[in-house]
């Protein structure tokens, strides 16, 4: 199976602020790769796909770029929306999710 | 597209439960859909999928073996049989439907359903 590791695992930040996550496969998914942002007893939602196509509705300051190994989720300007928990997901092979990185408040 | 998961609650270790999905406002034979969990305080673990026609089905190691993922197309229902639960499987579930047509792309997501393993 292909592991997905996010970094990092909790991040402090204040509005307004660029707010940059990494995640890396073990082995190269090629751009089979999703973002998506949780909230405590919300549904998980889905932000970027394909490594940097942003779903529908979501911000534009949310965007996404790599591909093969190492990926990347940025906020160009924190929102006080924002604070959540982030994980990248490959869908490659049989689906797969990082650690997940919490966005907290500085 | 709407995704109301059920069948959540308290089942004894070594006891089995069926989660059901219900799903409207898509054609439900044509996608995808898949089970999602998050224990308590832990990060999400993907755990199965099921392609449209059932011609795909993905275990994750985890569950492989004591956990059975079917749907029915004719009354647009996704199911999860879980059977020698542990204390490790209490979490809650949560339904998917793929986005965009790409199987395994985790699209919509139900509300979800707590599952609580405990004597």
């Known amino acids: 199976d292909i592991q997905m590791t996010q970094s990092p695992s909790t991040l402090s930040a204040s509005v307004g602020d660029r707010v940059t996550i990494t995640c890396r496969a073990s082995q190269s998914i090629g751009d089979w790769l999703a973002w998506y942002q949780h909230k405590p007893g919300k549904a998980p939602k889905l932000l970027i796909y394909?490594?940097?196509t942003l779903e529908s509705g979501v911000p534009s300051r949310f965007s996404g770029s790599g591909s093969g190994t190492e990926f990347t989720l940025t906020i160009s300007r924190l929102q006080p929306d924002d604070f959540a928990t982030y994980y990248c997901q490959q869908y490659d092979d049989l689906p797969g999710f990082g650690g997940g990185t919490k966005v907290e408040i500085k | 597209v709407q995704l109301v998961e059920s069948g959540g609650g308290l089942a004894q270790p070594g006891g089995s439960l069926r989660l059901s999905c219900s799903a409207s406002g898509f054609t439900f034979s044509s996608s995808g859909m898949h089970w999602v969990r998050q224990a308590p305080g832990k990060g999400l673990e993907y755990l199965s999928g099921?392609?449209?026609?059932?011609?795909?089905?993905l275990y994750a190691d985890s569950v492989k073996g004591r956990f059975t993922i079917s749907r029915d197309n004719s009354k647009n229902i996704l199911y999860l049989q879980m059977s020698s639960l542990r204390p490790e499987d209490t979490a809650v579930y949560y339904c998917v439907k793929d986005g965009w047509y790409t199987y395994g792309l985790l699209g919509h997501w139900g509300q979800g359903t707590l599952v609580t393993v405990s004597s």
């Open positions: 099921i392609s449209g026609n059932e011609g795909s089905i």
């Open positions: 394909k490594a940097s």
